[in-house]
């Protein structure tokens, strides 16, 4: 109920068969029930300014648990990747995380933050127009920050698709030993024993050879020719031929320069947080992108431009900016890594 008392507006009475009938009361304005002020003043608010003070008040504090959220996925990260290349370092073994970094798709980060980084300046754009009451240029900036969302979204599930046909995907298809090779990494699973680790057999059986820093690249080596192998019996060869026959020795593609150990515990982890900060990131896109939808159809109908009403399109923008600079410290964090990391010992 409002806190504005209204006062009555006398009305004749009406004599209908021995009752009264009295006319409704009406406010100043002529809403009926007691409204006061423009419709999209919701009841309980004194007047417009109040409600814009608490609406902004209550994005706020939502804003604050996403960060607080978020925070705490960047802290997991922050403290694994230290963990992970102390260890590392110390065992003679690359940095997972730097190795995982640079099995990410960086042009195809780089590309989804420019998309980004364009959709906040058209949803910027369209918070004006709504101010202005330009319902023309509104609805064509939200035409356009819906397609750059729905751009981002796309390119994150052809990188997505991608790393699960590598074997980079924790839980649905981890089988990374293969892009590994291909890339001038050896994947070792620690024994526990001094940074040691082993190799598992190609046949998945009991280990077959000790990794240590000083082997690795002898390691890397008979990977490459164990993974031509693999490639020769499942191409299968001519009838007659033996498995391996012009085909044991790696093809040219699959000649790289040894770079180093891996512990692919620690990578996978790598993957699980990836994953989920990703993940989560696209889930809010998806938000956004359906909050989005239905603007564009309340703005087909002037909903925000026939009366002083850009509020719900400022707060919207609050929430689009927020998606995009989470981006902004996810892409450097995740695919930037690479170049420092992955060289240490």
């Known amino acids: 109920m409002s806190n504005i008392a209204i006062e009555p507006t006398e009305r004749p009475s009406t ?184 190799l598992p057999s190609m046949s998945g059986g009991a280990p077959e050879t000790v990794i240590t820093a000083a082997n690795g690249k002898e390691v890397y080596e008979a990977t490459l020719k164990g993974l031509a192998a693999q490639d020769a019996i499942e191409n299968v060869a001519p009838s007659g031929a033996s498995i391996g026959e012009g085909a044991v020795e790696p093809t040219a593609a699959e000649h790289h320069e040894y770079r180093g150990v891996v512990n692919g515990n620690h990578m996978q982890m790598f993957y699980v947080i990836y994953f989920t900060m990703t993940g989560l990131h696209a889930i809010h896109m998806i938000i956004g992108l359906g909050l989005l939808a239905t603007y564009m159809f309340h703005a087909r109908r002037g909903m925000f431009t026939n009366e002083a009403n850009d509020q719900p399109v400022e707060i919207f923008g609050l929430y689009w900016h927020f998606v995009d600079i989470v981006w902004v410290f996810l892409y450097p964090l995740l695919y930037l890594g690479t170049v420092a990391s992955a060289g240490m010992h």
Request: glycine share 10%; charged share 10%; aromatic share 10%.
């Open 15 to 198: 004599q209908v068969q021995g009752a009264v009938a009295i006319e409704p009361v009406h406010g100043h304005d002529g809403h009926g029930d007691g409204h006061h002020g423009p419709a999209f003043l919701h009841h309980h608010f004194a007047d417009v300014a109040q409600q814009r003070e608490s609406n902004q008040l209550g994005m706020w504090v939502f804003m604050v648990t996403e960060i607080m959220t978020f925070g705490a996925l960047f802290f997991v990260y922050t403290l694994y990747r230290h963990l992970y290349s102390v260890a590392a370092h110390e065992n003679g073994m690359l940095s997972p995380y730097g190795v995982g970094s640079h099995l990410l798709n960086n042009n195809l980060g780089f590309a989804n933050t420019l998309v980004l980084l364009t959709s906040s300046l058209t949803v910027a754009t369209a918070v004006h127009a709504a101010g202005m009451r330009n319902k023309k240029l509104l609805l064509t900036m939200m035409s356009v920050t819906w397609v750059l969302g729905a751009i981002f979204l796309g390119v994150k599930a052809v990188e997505w698709h991608a790393d699960y046909e590598e074997g980079l995907v924790p839980g649905l298809n981890w089988q990374p030993r293969e892009v590994l090779a291909h890339k001038g990494f050896v994947l070792a699973t620690p024994t526990g024993v001094q940074g040691e680790a082993y």
